[in-house]
T-cell receptor, first 112, second 110 residues
């Protein structure tokens, strides 16, 4: 059974720092992996999608990498800002018709 | 604007009551999903539907029921059999690799 784990559960950094969020999964046979952002009491917004054949995706200050063989993905946030404060969730999709399996999330706080 | 709408935003349920959470989308997406989120946890799948008039149980379906009579609508009923329903409920629709989430309904047992 696929399991997704995110470390750390919470992270607090000063503004301007570069930071890395980690996601690991137990079964390397994934279809794709997505990173989402969730603001308090809100729904999820998709940030980056990495297909199983890809190694990384970039959008602005965000870069996500995928290493299927080791069952890991990282989300790199450059020059963090207070507006980046939110919970970040990763989710793997196990097949084309498969469902998303979520990690527990990392709650990020960027202090001014 | 295309999107997915959940209502109500807050819902209070008395012991023994059934309540229904609404989820409507105008994205013309085939698949729709219901997730439950508890504090400090990720999303757990309750039910999903990949086509009208068909739906499947997710990982935590006990105490919940759904219907999919229209492509646009996927309501979730939390029945009295769900012993611990207090949580944040999220609805999503999906087409290809794209997922769109609603803004959620927070259900509290009083």
């Amino acid at each position: 059974k696929q399991e997704v784990t995110q470390i750390p559960a919470a992270l607090s950094v000063p503004e301007g720092e570069n930071l890395v969020l980690n996601c690991s999964f137990t079964d390397s046979a994934i279809y794709n992996l997505q990173w989402f952002r969730q603001d308090p009491g809100k729904g999820l917004t998709s940030l980056l999608l990495i297909q199983s054949s890809q190694r990384e995706q970039t959008s602005g200050r965000l870069n996500a990498s995928l290493d299927k063989s080791s069952g890991r993905s990282t989300l790199y946030i450059a020059a963090s800002q207070p507006g980046d404060s939110a919970t970040y969730l990763c989710a793997v999709r196990t097949g084309r018709g498969g469902k998303l399996i979520f990690g527990q999330g990392t709650e990020l706080s960027v202090k001014p | 604007d295309g999107g997915i709408t959940q209502s109500p935003k807050y819902l209070f349920r008395k012991e023994g009551q059934n309540v229904t959470l609404s989820c409507e989308q105008n994205l013309n997406h085939d698949a729709m999903y219901w997730y439950r989120q508890d504090p400090g946890q990720g999303l757990r799948l309750i039910y999903y539907s990949q086509i009208v008039n068909d739906f499947q149980k997710g990982d935590i379906a006990e105490g919940y029921s759904v219907s999919r009579e229209k492509k646009e609508s996927f309501p979730l009923t939390v029945t009295s059999a769900q012993k611990n329903p207090t949580a944040f409920y999220l609805c999503a629709s999906q087409q290809a690799d794209g997922y769109t989430f609603g803004s959620g309904t927070r259900l509290t047992v009083v």
